[in-house]
């Protein structure tokens, strides 16, 4: 049973432009939610988090939204960049462990 | 040192082999996990260690077994493994469990013959 969804497994965009990637999520006990970046033969790299008495943070080019009622929440890259074209992973968290989505490809064209 | 290390990067190992991943990290984080990943798949809590201590184990098969040496080590060993289970090992350390980011490691690639 996937907890964390992440239906689009890749987007590309042009750079300059924005990325908005989603995430969904069923459980409501989550009430930390994350964001992370991954390059090739690389792990996992943390990108910008959430907490769920919040609707949105921000830092530098990048924003994370929730939206509770419809357990929903977006990352917002603005502008893309060539070097954001990575895997991004949603990943939600409920005090003991953390879920994550499937991840989506993006690919910022030059 | 804000890194996650892991050894080796690469390992092929047959059915009846014994072998250990290591996992190192110096940033004083209490918490340490290890994640298997598949191909094109989110990675998949396996272990959480909390103050050296086992406190999450996400009903894996008992050829996975996990160690805890000290602080800054974490260790998995396997034994008897089969064919699915080649996958990306990720170790990742928090400050502590549950709320903070986690750290990741760039992960064993793990075949198994």
């Known amino acids: 049973d996937q907890q964390v969804k992440q239906n689009s497994p890749s987007l590309s965009v042009q750079e300059g432009r924005i990325s908005i990637l989603n995430c969904d999520y069923t459980n409501s006990m989550f009430d930390y939610f994350l964001w992370y970046k991954k390059y090739p033969a690389e792990g996992p790299t943390f990108l910008i988090s959430i907490s769920s008495i919040k609707d949105k943070n921000e830092d530098g080019r990048f924003t994370v939204f929730l939206n509770k009622s419809a357990k929903h929440l977006s990352l917002h890259i603005v502008p893309s960049q060539p070097g954001d074209s990575a895997v991004y992973f949603c990943?939600?968290?409920?005090?003991?462990?953390?879920?994550f989505g499937a991840g989506t490809r993006l690919t910022v064209k030059p | 040192d804000t890194e996650v290390t892991q050894t080796p990067k690469h390992l092929v190992m047959g059915m009846t082999n014994k072998k250990s991943l290591k996992c190192e990290q110096h940033?004083?984080?209490?918490?340490m996990y290890w994640y298997k990943q598949k191909a094109k798949k989110p990675p998949e809590l396996m272990f959480v260690y909390s103050y050296e201590k086992l406190s999450i184990n996400e009903s894996v098969p008992s050829r996975f077994s996990p160690e805890c040496p000290n602080s800054s080590l974490l260790n998995l060993h396997l034994h008897a493994l089969q064919p699915e289970d080649s996958a990306l090992y990720l170790c990742a350390s928090s400050q502590g469990q549950g709320y903070n980011e986690q750290f990741f490691g760039p992960g064993t690639r793990l075949t198994v013959l």
């Open positions: 990943a939600a968290s409920g005090g003991h462990d953390m879920r």
């Open positions: 940033m004083g984080h209490r918490a």
